[in-house]
């Protein structure tokens, strides 16, 4: 594939994928350190009261960051890959836009954290009643609950699956990157899948499919930066 002037493309797609690396990173040590998400909207309301930035990082607002890089990465991968499988490629990364759309739209950290600060002003037992059945209406709708969420999570895992089959069979990226982008967004469409029904073993699979997402980011941003070299190679030798 001809890929000359292409190169501010991969370039944005390297430095997503690194930024999606650092965000892992930031999840990983955010959970080891800060603790688990919060659970009930009593949990919620009094976390973000008393310690917001925290409860920020341990709530999905990370995943959001996570997810919304993918707007670098797959234009990248768009550029690299349209000439294999055109259609399959045009629509997983159509799909994977919609995705960071449907997720935006229902990440509730921002909400919970503003009704946390009113949690933690108000004394009166009638207005903390309020707040924590506003909270609960907000995590009815949140990213984990809603359908908007929930087809959010089939579209951005359902076309990494296609783009890392399509990756297959490119030059310009490494087996190994196709395959762990293979296990680590199948492990994660079957938990998310299983996450309403079994919990726990969704739970589980996406802890065995998690280290995954880290290779596969790692792995991107080193097939980008390749793919920049050559491009810069290419100018140099047409010159």
């Known amino acids: ?62 995943s959001l960051v996570l997810i919304a890089l993918y707007a670098f990465t797959f234009p990248a991968l768009f550029r690299a890959l349209y000439g294999l ?5 045009t629509f ?39 707040l924590l059945l506003a909270a609960e209406a907000v995590l009815a709708s949140d990213m984990w609950h809603s359908s908007a969420g929930y087809f959010a999570g089939l579209l951005l895992q359902g076309s990494g699956i296609l783009i890392s089959v399509v990756m297959l069979g490119s030059r310009d990226f490494m087996k190994w990157t196709a395959v762990a982008g293979i296990i680590a967004n199948s492990g994660d469409l079957i938990q998310h899948l299983l996450h309403g029904a079994i919990p726990g073993l969704g ?7 998690g280290p995954f997402y880290l290779v596969w980011y790692i792995l991107l941003a080193h097939n980008f930066f390749s793919l920049v070299h050559k491009d810069q190679l290419q100018t140099t030798q047409s010159v």
């Open 1 to 62: 594939m001809d890929i000359s002037n292409h190169r501010g493309f991969f370039r944005f797609g390297a430095w997503g994928a690194v930024a999606q690396v650092c965000v892992l990173f930031v999840m990983i040590i955010a959970g080891a350190v800060l603790g688990a998400r919060p659970e009930t909207a009593r949990e919620f309301l009094e976390a973000y009261g008393e310690q917001p930035f925290a409860t920020l990082l341990r709530d999905d607002f990370s």
């Open 85 to 89: 499988r055109p259609a399959l490629v």
């Open 92 to 130: 997983s990364v159509l799909a994977t836009f919609m995705a960071i759309i449907l997720s935006l739209a229902t990440n509730a950290a921002l909400s919970l954290m503003h009704l946390g600060e009113q949690y933690a002003q108000v004394a009166s037992g009638v207005e903390r009643q309020n």
């Open 203 to 209: 739970t589980i699979i996406l802890y065995v499919a």
